[in-house]
Antibody
Framework: EVQLVESGGGLVQPGRSLRLSCAAS????????MHWVRQVPGKGLEWVSG????????GYADSVKGRFTISRDNAKNSLSLQMNSLRAEDMALYYC??????????WGQGTMVTVSS | QSALTQPRSVSGSPGQSVTISCTGS?????????VSWYQQHPGQAPKLLIY???MRPSGVPDRFSGSKSGNTASLTISGLRAEDEADYCC??????????FGGGTKLTVL
């Protein structure tokens, strides 16, 4: 079955770190760029970061640049997002998404990040 | 990286057509033909409806169509059905390996 499964979310204090993971299955992982997209419950989608199939191209939203780091392990069919210096405004449901033709063709169910003291 | 602008809500009766607009700038919508649209029902992950401005993935009904003029993209849903009631969000590539989403539009089927 083609799917993406996120993990690693939880409750974290402001200023602390958290690492999200996304396990891919059912497709050739290293053929595709991958992205993280977040959504505050009840609000719209916000693109967070993306990485090309080989890791040579990486991008970040201005809101997370310098604090978040995206990476991938093609041998393990895994995508990660290291989130440092977390802020209240980072609290959201984080989706992992597989890219096809510069669109987000497959989404996971998301992992919730709560930033609170 | 300013969010694309969408109307907060639109509505239509079953069988009618509705169009949702998505306005950006020359750096995103106007500068690239990489506009995509997503449908999201409550409690579910988004689903890709349109990519590359006007292309439909397999399985998406041809009632859904996309277009672009200048810095504005549009999604048209014809023959509205009750199950089309959902949130719709546009997205555009905005250069330097970055993307930007719209704020989302809630479609109500009357």
């Amino acid at each position: 079955e083609v799917q993406l499964v996120e993990s690693g979310g939880g409750l974290v204090q402001p200023g602390r770190s958290l690492r999200l993971s996304c396990a891919a299955s059912g497709f050739t992982f290293d053929d595709y760029a991958m992205h993280w997209v977040r959504q505050v419950p009840g609000k719209g989608l916000e693109w967070v970061s993306g990485i090309s199939w080989n890791g040579n191209s990486i991008g970040y939203a201005d809101s997370v640049k310098g604090r978040f780091t995206i990476s991938r392990d093609n041998a393990k069919n895994s995508l990660s997002l290291q989130m440092n210096s977390l802020r209240a405004e980072d609290m959201a449901l984080y989706y992992c998404a597989k890219a096809e033709r510069d669109a987000f063709a497959l989404w996971g169910q998301g992992t919730m990040v709560t930033v609170s003291s | 990286q300013s969010a694309l602008t969408q109307p907060r809500s639109v509505s239509g009766s079953p069988g009618q057509s509705v169009t949702i607009s998505c306005t950006g700038s020359g750096s995103d919508i106007g500068g690239h033909n990489y506009v995509s649209w997503y449908q999201q029902h409550p409690g579910q992950a988004p689903k890709l409806l349109i990519y590359d401005v006007n292309m439909r993935p397999s399985g998406v009904p041809d009632r859904f169509s996309g277009s672009k003029s200048g810095n504005t993209a549009s999604l048209t849903i014809s023959g509205l059905r009750a199950e089309d009631e959902a949130d719709y969000c546009c997205c555009s590539y905005s250069g330097s390996y970055t993307w930007v989403f719209g704020g989302g539009t809630k479609l109500t089927v009357l």
